[in-house]
T-cell receptor, first 115, second 110 residues
Framework: SQKIEQNSEALNIQEGKTATLTCNYT??????LQWYRQDPGRGPVFLLL?????KEKRKERLKVTFDTTLKQSLFHITASQPADSATYLC??????????????FGKGTKLSVKP | DGGITQSPKYLFRKEGQNVTLSCEQN?????MYWYRQDPGQGLRLIYY???????QKGDIAEGYSVSREKKESFPLTVTSAQKNPTAFYLC?????????FGPGTRLTVL
């Protein structure tokens, strides 16, 4: 069955540094991968989508890579700020889920950026 | 202002009672989803619906029921058969790949 893993439960970094979060998946080849941000007690918010034919995608200080050979995505936040502190979720299309928006989510990585 | 609303934000119920969580969207999305989130467990899919009057079980449907009588609404009932109902419940909708989430309902069963 599909499996998606985010390697770190928590990541602590200093303000101004680059945060790098990892998402690995097994047992299938997704057409795209998504990243979401979730703040405590709130619903996740979509950040970026990257397709299998895109190696890299950027949005402001965010960068996502997608290596279909390694079955891995890396999510980078450059020049990190305390306001970036949140849990970041990786998501893939759910096999047999019908609609293209039906996703399976990783457990998330909690990022803490210290001033 | 388009979006997804969930009510109430906090809900308390006695053990053995059924409770219904509301989810409404005005995004004109066809697909809607219910998730449960527990600490350290991530998002687990309870039920989803791709179109009005149709829905499918997700990964943890036991003890839950849903209906989809209108495109805008996808209520979730937590029944007394759900063994551990205390959790944070999230509703979402999608048109294409991206999911839009509501603010969530925190259910506590006493």
């Amino acid at each position: 069955s599909q499996k998606i893993e985010q390697n770190s439960e928590a990541l602590n970094i200093q303000e101004g540094k680059t945060a790098t979060l990892t998402c690995n998946y097994t047992n299938y080849s997704p057409a795209y991968l998504q990243w979401y941000r979730q703040d405590p007690g709130r619903g996740p918010v979509f950040l970026l989508l990257i397709r299998e034919n895109e190696k890299e995608k950027r949005k402001e200080r965010l960068k996502v890579t997608f290596d279909t050979t390694l079955k891995q995505s890396l999510f980078h936040i450059t020049a990190s700020q305390p306001a970036d502190s949140a849990t970041y979720l990786c998501a893939l299309e759910r096999l047999g889920g019908g609609s293209q928006g039906n996703l399976i989510f990783g457990k998330g990585t909690k990022l803490s950026v210290k001033p | 202002d388009g979006g997804i609303t969930q009510s109430p934000k906090y809900l308390f119920r006695k053990e053995g009672q059924n409770v219904t969580l509301s989810c409404e969207q005005n995004l004109n999305h066809d697909a809607m989803y219910w998730y449960r989130q527990d600490p350290g467990q991530g998002l687990r899919l309870i039920y989803y619906s791709q179109i009005v009057n149709d829905f499918q079980k997700g990964d943890i449907a036991e003890g839950y029921s849903v209906s989809r009588e209108k495109k805008e609404s996808f209520p979730l009932t937590v029944t007394s058969a759900q063994k551990n109902p205390t959790a944070f419940y999230l509703c979402a909708s999608s048109m294409f790949h991206e999911q839009f989430f509501g603010p969530g309902t925190r259910l506590t069963v006493l």
